[in-house]
Structures are given as C-alpha cells and as structure tokens.
C-alpha cells in the first residue's frame, strides 16, 4: 500500500513569509504527527491530530498551528518565518487506537528561510 | 519528563565489525521502547521495539533488550554491512495515554565501511 506522502519535498522561502506543508497519511490511520529535525535540536514533536481534533501539542509558538481534515490529511501552517525555522518537517502516520508508537514516516519537506 | 539518552557518535565502522548504540530512558511506569533508523533522504522507519521488561527486540540482524534494571535498550548487531549506514534513534512514548507522541534521542550516526 502508499506509504506517506508529504508535499513540497523542497521550498525556500524568506522571512517573514509563511508556508503550508501537506501530509497525506496511509490509507486507514487516523493520526498524523509532525514533527521536526534539526542538526542541533534532533527530533522535536509538534502536534498530533487524531479524527481531525488535536490530540497533543508539543512546546512551539503559536506560529506553528496544523489541522486534520475528515479524509485525515493534514496540513501544518507556519506563520512569519524566522531563520530559525529552516528544517526538515516530517509527518508520521499511525492507525491512533493500538500500542503507542508504531508511527510511520513521510520522507518530509525540507525547508530553508533565507 | 521521561526522556531518552543515547550517544551521539558519530561510529564509523568496517564492514563485519560489532555494533553497539548505548541507550539509556528515564520514564515513569515501564513503557514500549523503540529503535528507529533513517537511511540518507529518507523519513525514519521502525526498526525494532520491546513491550515490556526483558522483552528482546530484533529484525534486520539488529537486537535490542529492554533492561529495567538499567533503564537500558542498547541496539546491537553483530555483523555489521554498508548498507546499515544510516542515523538510529532510541525512542519512547512519555507517559501521557492517548496519544502517539513519541520523544526521540538525538541520533546516532553509523558509517560502515567496505
């Protein structure tokens, strides 16, 4: 079956601008997570959206917000970029209802602030 | 919170050589462990895990056991190949029910070489 699909793979945006990064989940999971990766910071969690409700919110401004539609594809909205938000964001599909953490992953959208 | 320690490296490796990947969890209650590998370019995918205490892990020639008494989860392999260059994270679910947030350790960067 598909696997996770996230688009763009690649954007380059400036400061200040802001951007939309879209997960597409595999067929029957109803949670999608999204994280994000950096050399210096690893792996921090964002949120996660279970049933198009949010069901955990990690330590991130408020310029980091997402949702979840009703076919569980999920998008995550980043407001007024900063440098500092240059990062690989990936997107991790789970069926939501069984053992915590099987998650699986989207090969990400890699962006870049200038 | 609970967290994740695992050692950095980066391990360079020969082919053949033995792996070990040291990893170390705080947590409350006993929770599912986990060893996650991203390959170059790729999203991370699940590698192995252990339920409970004393539950061995294993796939791909990689093992991994969960110790309580040592709050350990060490990933290890015996013969190690090219192809396992790659960075590994250790990871488990805090201990927040009903969600599948995952917290990560900072990766482990392996290069084996031919």
């Known amino acids: 079956k598909a696997g996770v699909t996230q688009t763009p793979r690649y954007l380059i945006k400036t400061r200040g601008q802001q951007v939309t990064l879209s997960c597409s989940p595999i067929?029957?999971?109803?949670?999608v997570s999204w994280y994000q990766q950096t050399p210096g910071q690893g792996l921090q969690f964002l949120f996660e959206?279970?049933?198009?409700?949010?069901?955990n919110k990690g330590n991130f401004p408020g310029r980091f917000s997402g949702r979840q539609f009703s076919n569980s594809r999920s998008e995550m909205n980043v407001s007024t970029l900063e440098l500092g938000d240059s990062a690989l964001y990936l997107c991790?599909?789970?069926?939501?209802?069984?053992?915590?953490?099987?998650?699986?992953f989207g090969e990400g959208s890699r962006l870049t602030v200038l | 919170g609970d967290s994740v320690t695992q050692m950095e490296g980066p391990v360079t490796l020969s082919e053949e050589a033995f792996l070990t990947i040291n990893c170390t969890y705080t947590a409350t209650g006993y929770p599912s462990l986990f060893w996650y590998v991203q390959y170059p370019g790729e999203g991370l995918q699940l590698l192995l895990k252990a339920t409970k205490a004393d539950d061995k892990g294993s796939n791909k020639g990689f093992e991994a056991t969960y110790r309580k008494e040592t709050t350990s989860f060490h990933l290890e392999k015996g013969s190690v190949q090219v192809s396992d260059s790659a960075v590994y994270f250790c990871?488990?679910?805090?201990?927040?029910?009903?969600?599948?947030?995952?917290?990560f350790g900072k990766g482990t960067k392996l290069t084996v070489n031919p």
């Open positions: 990871a488990l679910p805090p201990n927040q029910g009903g969600s599948e947030k995952l917290v």
């Open positions: 991790a599909s789970s069926l939501g209802q069984g053992p915590p953490g099987e998650l699986f």
């Open positions: 959206y279970f049933s198009e409700t949010q069901r």
């Open positions: 067929s029957g999971h109803r949670s």
